[in-house]
């Protein structure tokens, strides 16, 4: 099984930035991939951004340029740095992690960004 812990959610106004974290239970390079996804209220649940085992990044058309996903798998960690940030970001955020052919998911982060 695979933990997944986020962090860092808040309230912002346009234009700012945000940092998430997720932090997992098991090794980054023993999970297929680790992607951050999100949840307004009233709409599907989307994929943000994520990133494989091997390093490959993969973004939304709506946040590519602004978001960026990083990791530091000393510390099993997952970033998604949100610059630029719209209104239309406002959403919780969740962590997902494919790993043993069953998705984990974090308990999620709110995101509120104020015009």
């Known amino acids: 099984q695979v933990q997944l812990v986020e962090s860092g959610g808040g309230l912002v106004q346009a234009g700012g930035s945000l940092r998430l974290s997720c932090a997992a239970s098991?090794?980054?390079?023993?999970?297929?991939?680790m992607s951050w996804y999100r949840q307004a209220p009233g709409k599907q649940r989307e994929l943000v951004a994520s990133?494989?085992?091997?390093?490959?990044?993969n973004y939304a058309a709506s946040v590519k340029g602004r978001f960026t996903i990083s990791r530091e798998t000393a510390k099993n960690t997952v970033y998604l740095q949100m610059n630029s940030l719209k209104p239309e970001d406002t959403a919780v955020y969740f962590c997902?992690?494919?790993?043993?052919?069953?998705?984990?998911w974090g308990q999620g982060t709110q995101v509120t960004v104020s015009s």
């Open positions: 997902n992690a494919g790993w043993s052919a069953r998705d984990y």
């Open positions: 990133i494989t085992r091997g390093g490959s990044t």
């Open positions: 098991r090794s980054l390079l023993s999970i297929n991939a």
